[in-house]
């Protein structure tokens, strides 16, 4: 449950969905598996050796073009299988109301 009582919903798929993750430099890409995904975690079986590899932060592809992606950190390894969590945006700096006014005038 969340802070504010609702419970996080997560999608579970019986045979996992094709996905990569690749490194936010571009350097490394590995075939994974989909296992379940919500708004902010997702689960993952990595095809191949993730050792050596920068998981601090990287992104998941969800799409074959990389259109569809989401920046990610490890959470997570039990030995193909592995958690990560979702990162959010910079946050973007919020206009004062005096700015907020100047931009209406």
Sequence with gaps: MTEDGKSIERVTFSRGVDVCIMAIDGTWRR???LNAISD???S?????????????????LLSSTG???????????NGTEMD???LKGKPSKRRSSADEERARA
């Design 31 to 33: 075939d994974c598996q």
């Design 40 to 42: 902010t975690d997702a």
């Design 44 to 60: 993952l079986t990595v095809e191949g050796s993730i050792q050596g590899l920068n998981l601090k932060e990287f992104f998941l």
């Design 67 to 77: 259109l569809a992606y989401r920046r990610c950190e490890l959470v997570r390894v």
């Design 84 to 86: 990560v969590s979702f």
